[in-house]
């Protein structure tokens, strides 16, 4: 009311217009706490929300916030992402494999340095600018200079990184071997519009894993393996838990010597007296003229080696090459699947460079199908 109005007013109207007053006012401070607002138009569907929840795990939470927005919990840290993001620095050779495989591989401007070296799995995409070098030395001026929405990099060294970019505004994801791999390729798809692709390459490896897990219930053993990291650097160095050669030995059943990553004695190799060698080299060119003479040489030194020939995996011919590329990410599970069929042939009946041909046609259309991926003997 105004003050004139007041004016005009007797005693008794003037209290009950006050209460009145008060009593409007006291509703109004309800509904203003008790309010709730609804969800902007724009805000996902709850099968939206729900398969973020299916598809989240520890270092891959992922949280909605509207049609466009999500939220990622990675590593203790949340990350707030505009999507789709046009822009990704993949430092990190599975997150690589996996946005060619769901077809997102336009949006890559920058790759790990390790990637330019294999072109016969990534093709052109190897020419991209590298912002890294061997396993700490990152080219952050480069990684600037590429103006990414999002940096995907290795969990190892995601401290690193995050506090480089963090100051220059640079979201920075990691993903490792112990994390799990449907999460980062559904993350992938949601955050570049591929969802339809990421699941079609989810399905594709679960029906991989229960192909492991059939052969592996008919098989029920567990023999020790010997898993040398890099042959080309030294046998005595072990693949340990965290190593993607290690996740690929357990995910065929077979139970590694050593947890740890780590150089070890000869003495100590055998004391375990493994009944696998798995050899990993992380130089096979499996289109070389020489891949297969290179591949059957490191089976010749094994067999020479005054240490390993003394094991049981020598005795019974179950030396086992596999490249390191081909125990990251999606083609670990192929892998996998070859060295059981080394071990067991009468019951796992595959042919693991079919089964490669076959993820190279469907998924990573940049590798080149043939070849000399592993060898055994």
Not at 247 to 258: D, E, I, K, N, S
Request: charged content about 10%; hydrophobic content about 40%; overall charge neutral.
């Amino acid at each position: 009311m105004h003050r004139q109005e007041l004016r005009g007013l007797s005693r008794t109207q003037l209290v009950v217009a006050t209460v009145l007053v008060l009593v409007l006012a006291a509703a109004a401070v309800y509904l203003i706490i008790h309010h709730k607002p609804k969800a902007p138009t724009s805000a996902p569907a709850t099968t939206s929300v729900n398969e973020l929840s299916t598809y989240s795990s520890p270092n891959f939470v992922m949280y909605p916030v509207n049609a466009n927005t999500i939220i990622i919990n990675n590593y203790g840290e949340n990350i707030t992402l505009s999507i789709p993001v046009k822009r990704i620095v993949a430092m990190n050779t599975v997150a690589l494999q996996v946005l060619i495989d769901i077809g997102a591989s336009n949006y890559v401007v920058g790759v790990e340095g390790y990637a330019t070296e294999l072109p016969w799995l990534f093709g052109n995409y190897s020419n991209l600018p590298a912002v890294s070098s061997g396993m700490w030395s990152v080219n952050y001026e480069e990684i600037v200079n590429l103006k990414p929405d999002i940096v995907i990099t290795w969990s190892y060294i995601l401290p690193q990184v995050r506090q480089k970019l963090q100051a220059l505004n640079i979201p920075a994801i990691a993903w490792g071997p112990t994390d799990n791999l449907t999460s980062l390729i559904y993350f992938l798809g949601l955050i570049t519009n591929h969802t339809d692709k990421a699941m079609q390459l989810i399905n594709w490896l679960s029906g991989l894993k229960q192909e492991l897990k059939t052969y592996q219930s008919q098989i029920n053993q567990h023999p020790r393996a010997y898993i040398i990291f890099a042959w080309d650097y030294s046998p005595w160095l072990v693949a340990g838990n965290g190593s993607d050669p290690y996740r690929v030995t357990v995910l065929a059943g077979l139970q590694p010597c050593f947890n740890k990553s780590m150089q070890v004695q000869p003495e100590s190799v055998l004391q375990c007296n493994p009944s696998v060698i798995i050899v990993t080299t992380w130089d096979l060119n499996p289109h070389s003229p020489n891949a297969t003479t290179y591949c059957e040489g490191i089976i010749n030194s094994v067999r020479s080696n005054p240490v390993f020939n003394q094991t049981a995996a020598v005795k019974e011919g179950h030396i086992i090459v596999i490249p390191g590329y081909l125990t990251e990410g999606p083609p670990g599970y192929i892998t996998a699947l070859y060295i059981d069929s080394v071990l067991w042939p009468n019951v796992v009946r595959v042919n693991a460079t079919e089964l490669l041909n076959q993820y190279f046609s469907k998924f990573l259309i940049t590798a080149e199908p043939g070849g000399t991926w592993f060898c055994s003997g």
